[in-house]
C-alpha cells in the first residue's frame, strides 16, 4: 500500500455530522469598511490602513461613535470606505477642524487622518498646536514620502537622495533641507500622550500597526490627550517603483524614521506615581 493510500486514521476522519461541529470565523470584512473596490493605485497602502482601522473601529465598538476628519490628498478617499461619519477638512487643517469637532461633542470618537505632505507640510501648524493642547484626538499619519496626489513633488518626509518631480536629482539637504521626524517632535510636547510608528513593509510588521493603533484608540476612549500613529506606507508610482519594489524600498525608510513606540505617558504615568 502506498503512503496516499493509507487509510486515514479515525482521529483525523471528519465528524459524521459537520453541521453539528461550531464554525470558527477567521477572516471576514469588518462590518465598517464598505463593500466596495477601492479606486488607489496597485500596491497603495492605504488600502491595508482603512481594514486595520475598520477592524478597530468594529471590535471597539466605535462604528456608531466616531467623527473622522480628513482633509485634501489621498486620504480624502477614506470617506468612500470606511463605514463612519465623516468631514472633509481644508487642506492642513484636519486637527483644525477636528479640534471643533472634540469641543463640540465631548461624548464622540474623533479620529483624524491625514498624508505626510498635508500633516507636515500646510498643515505643521495645526497638528503642532493640537499636540501642545493635548486635544483627544487619534491621529492616523501617513507617510508615503511624497505628494501623491497632486503629481509625486517631494514632501517634508522625501528621504535624502530620493528624487521627485520636483527634486529629479533627489533631495539635497543644502538646498532642500533635511527630511522632518515630525512624530518625534510632537512627542516631546507634554500634551501628546502616545506617539508610535509603524510600517507595512510585511505581515508581521503590519499587526503590530494594528497593536499600535488600538493603543492610540484606547488612549482616547480612557480620556487621555493627543495620540498619533504613523504608519510608513508605499507609493509605487510617487515612487516611479513597481509594487514590490516599493514594499522593499520601505526598510530604507525606516532607517530615517525608525520602527516603534516614541511615547506613552498614560502607561508610564502610574508606575511614576508609585516611584
Not at 502506498?2 to 455530522?17: D, G, R, V, Y
Not at 497603495?44 to 478597530?56: D, F
Not at 482633509?71 to 487643517?93: K, L, M, N, Q
Request: include cysteine; charge should be negative.
Amino acid at each position: 500500500m502506498t503512503l496516499t493510500e493509507q487509510p486515514i486514521a479515525a482521529s483525523a476522519q471528519p465528524e459524521a455530522n459537520p453541521a453539528a461541529a461550531p464554525l470558527r470565523i477567521l477572516y471576514q470584512r469588518p462590518d465598517a469598511l464598505m463593500e466596495k473596490s477601492t479606486h488607489y493605485c496597485p500596491g497603495c497602502g492605504h488600502g491595508i490602513i482603512h481594514r486595520l482601522i475598520a477592524e478597530l473601529f468594529d471590535e471597539l465598538g466605535l462604528n456608531e461613535k466616531t467623527i473622522s476628519v480628513a482633509p485634501v490628498g489621498c486620504s480624502v478617499f477614506a470617506y468612500d470606505y470606511i463605514r463612519t461619519d465623516w468631514i472633509e477638512s481644508p487642506h492642513g487643517r484636519a486637527p483644525a477642524v477636528a479640534t471643533g469637532v472634540r469641543r463640540t461633542n465631548p461624548d464622540k470618537f474623533v479620529l483624524v487622518y491625514q498624508g505626510d505632505g498635508d500633516l507636515a507640510a500646510i498643515g505643521t501648524a495645526e497638528i503642532i498646536h493640537a499636540a501642545a493642547r493635548g486635544e483627544r484626538l487619534t491621529v492616523v499619519f501617513v507617510n508615503n514620502g511624497i505628494y501623491g496626489m497632486t503629481g509625486g513633488q517631494m514632501a517634508p518626509t522625501t528621504l535624502l537622495g530620493q528624487k521627485s518631480t520636483s527634486s529629479p536629482l533627489g533631495r539635497e539637504s543644502g538646498e532642500h533641507g533635511f527630511p522632518i521626524p515630525i512624530t518625534e517632535m510632537l512627542a516631546i510636547l507634554p500634551g501628546v500622550t502616545y506617539a508610535a510608528r509603524g510600517t507595512l513593509i510585511e505581515p508581521s510588521a503590519i499587526g503590530k500597526v494594528k497593536t499600535m493603533l488600538k493603543r492610540a484608540m484606547q488612549v482616547q476612549m480612557t480620556g487621555g490627550g493627543f495620540s498619533i500613529v504613523e504608519i510608513l506606507s508605499n507609493c509605487p508610482v510617487g515612487w516611479n517603483m513597481t509594487a514590490p519594489e516599493s514594499m522593499a524600498h520601505l526598510a530604507q525608510v525606516a532607517e530615517t524614521y525608525p520602527i516603534g513606540v516614541i511615547v506613552d505617558r498614560q502607561k508610564a504615568a502610574p508606575a511614576a506615581r508609585e516611584g
